[in-house]
């Protein structure tokens, strides 16, 4: 049978309204009403009439005033709060140990590098084959408390024939991804790293950065372009590529100065990497 | 027979342990139980049930979760812990001397040939 909720919940409520740390009312409040719930159908089972079970739950619960009273000695404001306090705070140690725990244990097989050869050939040219070389340069270096490094780095080739002089065709690129790792996270990322990188190879041929250059032509001249990819707590990732590799270069040496920081990564090129 | 307010609130804590010791109830089944246990005689104002409740889950005597009731509807049933079980004893112990010396001093103050 269904009770007078109104004149139940009004002794609730006046009850929970004691209660200063106001997160902990509703849940008292809930809990005194199914309370009064409980008491007025077992009275309506013995047989009373509802408005006698009503009746009697209530004056069965006591006083409203006193039992709050009561209860706000026991659900204290700064306990709350505490408990509060401790549960964000517990939240936030989660949150940082998974960021913590994703910066140490990175995993590159997702990145998708664009291909590097699109306008120049496609898949669809018979001619047309590709090499890629994975190289693990194993090179870091240090300027402004960040440590820079190459955690992935490919040495793409490929080659096809021009239909209409039916002549071979190269093209070269190396794609890496950099890293710059911080020990402190609030470090931000390492300034103007696309606008001042370039790089150099070994036959002297400069490679500079994308923003350094005038005009943006085509794939046939040499740059150094490249995207953020992403962060961890404490290392920024990069997507980069040096193209239109000279194919005779045996290293490329990555180059960044800026306001007294400097860093220099050489890739060999001649180093046997697995082949993909 | 009516009991005194003042000796009920007392010992509500040890009632209220004593009840749990024997399996998890919500707050309406501890007061059906206690009304019966006792015949009827230890009426608790109902509302003073969840202070009780309160300060012993706070103080780990108790431990409260939600569960659907026998007839159908959800409740907030509280089981005792082991924490509470050992405060129970304590409680138990001291009662049993104090209502031992009780009734020392009463039986000694009885009139002679009572």
Request: proline share 4%; aromatic share 10%.
């Given at each position: 049978?269904?009770?007078?909720?109104?004149?139940?919940?009004?002794?609730?409520?006046?009850?929970?309204?004691?209660?200063?740390?106001?997160?902990?009312?509703?849940?008292?409040?809930?809990?005194?009403?199914?309370?009064?719930?409980?008491?007025?159908?077992?009275?309506?089972?013995?047989?009373?009439?509802?408005?006698?079970?009503?009746?009697?739950?209530?004056?069965?619960?006591?006083?409203?005033?006193?039992?709050?009273?009561?209860?706000?000695?026991?659900?204290?404001?700064?306990?709350?709060?505490?408990?509060?306090?401790?549960?964000?705070?517990?939240?936030?140690?989660?949150?940082?140990?998974?960021?913590?725990?994703?910066?140490?244990?990175?995993?590159?097989?997702?990145?998708?590098?664009?291909?590097?050869?699109?306008?120049?050939?496609?898949?669809?040219?018979?001619?047309?084959?590709?090499?890629?070389?994975?190289?693990?340069?194993?090179?870091?270096?240090?300027?402004?408390?960040?440590?820079?490094?190459?955690?992935?780095?490919?040495?793409?080739?490929?080659?096809?024939?021009?239909?209409?002089?039916?002549?071979?065709?190269?093209?070269?690129?190396?794609?890496?991804?950099?890293e710059a790792a911080h020990p402190l996270?609030?470090?931000?990322?390492?300034?103007?790293?696309?606008?001042?990188?370039?790089?150099?190879?070994?036959?002297?041929?400069?490679?500079?950065?994308?923003?350094?250059?005038?005009?943006?032509?085509?794939?046939?001249?040499?740059?150094?372009?490249?995207?953020?990819?992403?962060?961890?707590?404490?290392?920024?990732?990069?997507?980069?590529?040096?193209?239109?590799?000279?194919?005779?270069?045996?290293?490329?040496?990555?180059?960044?100065?800026?306001?007294?920081?400097?860093?220099?990564?050489?890739?060999?090129?001649?180093?046997?990497?697995?082949?993909? | 027979?009516?009991?005194d307010k003042s000796l009920m609130a007392?010992?509500?804590?040890?009632?209220?342990?004593?009840?749990?010791?024997?399996?998890?109830?919500?707050g309406y089944q501890m007061i059906a139980?206690?009304?019966?246990?006792?015949?009827?005689?230890?009426?608790?104002?109902?509302?003073?049930?969840?202070?009780?409740?309160?300060?012993?889950?706070?103080?780990?005597?108790?431990?409260?979760?939600?569960?659907?009731?026998?007839?159908?509807?959800?409740?907030?049933?509280?089981?005792?812990?082991?924490?509470?079980?050992?405060?129970?004893?304590?409680?138990?112990?001291?009662?049993?001397?104090?209502?031992?010396?009780?009734?020392?001093?009463?039986?000694?103050?009885?009139?002679?040939?009572?």
């Amino acid at each position: 049978m269904k009770s007078n909720r109104l004149a139940f919940q009004s002794w609730c409520s006046r009850a929970a309204a004691h209660i200063r740390f106001k997160a902990d009312r509703p849940d008292v409040e809930q809990e005194l009403l199914e309370h009064m719930e409980d008491h007025f159908d077992a009275l309506v089972q013995e047989g009373l009439t509802a408005q006698e079970a009503e009746r009697q739950t209530l004056a069965a619960m006591g006083d409203a005033d006193e039992t709050g009273a009561a209860l706000a000695k026991v659900h204290k404001p700064y306990l709350g709060w505490l408990y509060v306090a401790a549960k964000w705070l517990v939240a936030l140690s989660a949150v940082l140990l998974l960021m913590v725990s994703c910066s140490t244990g990175m995993d590159f097989s997702g990145y998708g590098f664009p291909e590097p050869f699109q306008g120049l050939a496609t898949e669809s040219d018979e001619t047309y084959r590709r090499e890629i070389t994975y190289l693990y340069p194993n090179c870091t270096d240090k300027c402004n408390g960040y440590t820079f490094s190459l955690p992935v780095v490919t040495h793409r080739r490929g080659t096809w024939v021009e239909k209409q002089e039916n002549m071979p065709q190269t093209y070269e690129a190396v794609y890496f991804v950099l890293e710059a790792a911080h020990p402190l996270p609030w470090a931000g990322s390492p300034d103007g790293l696309r606008e001042s990188i370039y790089a150099v190879d070994s036959e002297g041929n400069l490679y500079p950065s994308r923003c350094q250059k005038v005009s943006h032509s085509d794939y046939e001249e040499r740059e150094v372009c490249g995207n953020p990819v992403g962060r961890t707590l404490l290392r920024y990732r990069f997507q980069m590529w040096i193209s239109t590799l000279d194919p005779d270069a045996e290293w490329v040496e990555l180059r960044y100065g800026r306001m007294g920081c400097s860093f220099a990564l050489r890739i060999d090129l001649t180093e046997g990497g697995d082949a993909a | 027979m009516q009991i005194d307010k003042s000796l009920m609130a007392g010992s509500t804590t040890l009632l209220v342990l004593s009840l749990l010791s024997d399996g998890e109830k919500y707050g309406y089944q501890m007061i059906a139980e206690l009304a019966r246990r006792s015949d009827g005689t230890f009426q608790l104002r109902e509302g003073t049930l969840y202070p009780i409740l309160h300060a012993l889950e706070k103080d780990g005597r108790v431990k409260s979760f939600r569960r659907e009731a026998e007839n159908g509807r959800e409740r907030k049933y509280y089981r005792i812990t082991p924490a509470g079980l050992e405060l129970l004893q304590d409680k138990t112990e001291e009662w049993r001397f104090f209502s031992e010396k009780v009734n020392a001093v009463v039986q000694g103050c009885a009139p002679v040939g009572a």
